[in-house]
């Protein structure tokens, strides 16, 4: 309809010149537009609703490692084994580096997760959007791939 009723209309010789059907061609046009936006915004809030919720989601689940955490951890091992050998206080502890989550987008190196919590631990019930590079990312596993 959007694009066939205006080639129509600027095709017919008996429409064309017409400021009236003109007119009229555009307030429908533009009345089909708002309805399709309309519809549209619909749709998505009930998705977005759906998949906040959590059941079921269309959301990839994802499980994955942080490089930088193990970095930290590497380096709070070697501290630890100078300790060991009589260099220091031995109480360093290592951080939980696994987490997991759900992959809302990937798009130019970058990962949208949404719920993400250490592996073992309840996710959080607010809305939490959390942004991490590609490269930060070790042991990526994304559930169904």
């Known amino acids: 309809m959007m694009l066939l009723v205006p080639l129509w209309v600027d ?3 008996k429409f064309r010149d017409r400021f009236l059907v003109r007119l009229l061609v555009s307030a429908v046009l533009i ?5 399709v936006f ?14 906040q919720a959590g059941t079921p ?6 499980t994955f490692t942080l490089k930088s955490c193990l970095e930290r951890n590497e380096s709070k091992t070697k501290e630890v084994s100078r300790t060991i050998q009589g260099k220091g206080d031995p ?13 809302l987008i990937f ?22 959007l959390q942004l991490y590079r590609a490269e930060e990312l070790v042991n990526l596993t994304i559930a169904g791939q």
Request: proline letters at 5%.
């Open 91 to 103: 109480g360093k502890r290592l951080e939980k580096c696994d987490y997991s989550g759900q992959i």
């Open 57 to 62: 989601t269309r959301l990839a689940p994802a």
């Open 38 to 51: 309309f519809i549209s915004r619909h749709a998505g809030i009930a998705e977005a609703k759906n998949d």
């Open 11 to 13: 095709g017919s010789a």
């Open 107 to 128: 798009r130019n190196g970058i990962y949208y997760m949404y719920k993400v919590a250490s592996l073992g631990e309840t996710p959080p019930q607010n809305l939490a």
């Open 31 to 35: 009345g089909v537009l708002l309805c």
